[in-house]
């Protein structure tokens, strides 16, 4: 679901070592957390982002900026950035079988898991929902040649 798209200008705490971060507007229909964090995926301008927390705070919710981020796009605080966040989906398990096809290829692999989830989960959908074996391994077959042609 995406929670933010926007253009949005980096800031940067006062003194010492303090943090860069973005302070996008109040969110209220995030999921309501615990410890107030919540587990986001998207991009920073280009940069891919994935796994990231967001923090609801009461004037706004917050975004950390790590250094890392700031040299791959190449800014700084008081600069203005292109930001997407969606809600990071749960992770669904990958059926053995076709794990081991994707597994001999580590690129296609990788491809996969940097997939939306519900795209990842409808081809596995659509793999295991065959009616015989054959057709199961035909349609697995046809997926790894479509993941293999978009990977590149």
């Not at 053995?96 to 939306?116: G, H, N, R, V």
Request: glycine share 4%; net charge neutral; charged share 30%.
């Amino acid at each position: 679901m995406l929670i933010f798209d926007d253009h949005i200008q980096m800031q940067k705490s006062d003194g010492k070592g303090g943090w860069t971060f973005i302070t996008m507007p109040i969110m209220p229909h995030l999921p309501k957390k615990k410890n107030s964090t919540v587990l986001v995926r998207g991009t920073i301008d280009d940069y891919v982002l994935e796994g990231i927390h967001i923090w609801a705070m009461k004037k706004g919710t917050f975004l950390a900026v790590k250094a890392e981020i700031r040299k791959a796009i190449k800014k700084e605080s008081g600069d203005t950035v292109k930001l997407v966040l969606y809600l990071a989906e749960p992770q669904s398990a990958i059926p053995e079988d076709f794990m081991t096809c994707l597994s001999e290829e580590p690129k296609i692999l990788a491809y996969f898991q940097k997939l939306p989830q519900k795209q990842q989960q409808e081809m596995i959908d659509w793999i295991f929902s065959a009616r015989t074996e054959d057709e199961k391994i035909d349609r697995m077959a046809k997926a790894l040649e479509k993941l293999e042609v978009l990977s590149y």
